[in-house]
């Protein structure tokens, strides 16, 4: 089977089992009958499935397929300045609880007030992964490689649009106003004067870890995969 057929199969798995247990109906009826730490439970096991066999495949056969271009000398430090901004945007978002994410849910959170990054992006983790992406995309040239690196930005922008779509139609009280107030391009409503940057309020734990870990893919990829890409 072609490489590009098998990563799409499990992008099938990973991303339509994230977007279909997700819709309002499918996931109001399995909480009714599993629970809510129950739906959770089979939401993350599909999702770990499908993950697990995308990353396997991926790195058993990456770089197979057709070449799509030549690799520029400055793809690299584009794909370094990516790889930065989405490590720092990862961190600071597993740093927050943000309205209607499993960690908000599980703790009882409800309240929608934009705070730190959020202020930034309502949808950070998305952003982080986009970034990931297209920083792979540009350094990593062949039909395979794509697949999985172009895959992951389109996965990040729909499950960022599904998401906004649910929780608008059965979200928490208020997270239409904190749809309002915020933006899912990073800045967008802060340049807009629906909102203000507070430094204060993101701190400086979270971007030290991201940045600790960006420092040790940056010295562990040359040697675990080869190169920086």
Not at 18 to 29: D, I, K, Y
Not at 38 to 62: E, I, N, P
């Amino acid at each position: 089977m072609k490489i590009e057929t098998q990563l799409l199969l499990w992008w099938a798995v990973f991303g339509g089992g994230h977007l279909g247990l997700s819709a309002v109906p499918v996931r109001t009826r399995l909480i009714g009958i599993l629970g809510l730490r129950g739906f959770k439970a089979v939401y993350s096991l599909v999702a770990l499935v499908g993950f697990s066999g995308l990353f396997l495949t991926y790195w058993d056969r990456r770089h197979e397929g057709a070449l799509l271009f030549y690799p520029q000398p400055w793809g690299r430090h584009v794909t370094e300045l990516l790889m930065l901004l989405a490590v720092l945007f990862i961190a600071t978002a597993l740093a927050s609880i943000r309205p209607g994410t499993t960690v908000a849910e599980m703790a009882g959170r409800t309240e929608c007030a934009p705070r730190g990054i959020q202020r930034v992006t309502r949808h950070p983790l998305n952003t982080g992964f986009g970034l990931f992406g297209l920083g792979h995309m540009i350094v990593n040239p062949t039909t395979g490689d794509w697949t999985l690196w172009a895959g992951l930005l389109a996965f990040a922008l729909v499950s960022a649009i599904h998401q906004d779509r649910r929780l608008l139609a059965a979200g928490p009280p208020g997270y239409r106003e904190f749809h309002e107030q915020t933006s899912f391009v990073p800045f967008a409503a802060i340049l807009r004067g629906r909102q203000r940057f507070v430094l204060s309020e993101i701190g400086w734990r979270a971007p030290a870890l991201g940045l600790a870990i960006y420092v040790a893919i940056r010295l562990l990829h040359p040697i675990l995969i080869g190169g920086f890409a």
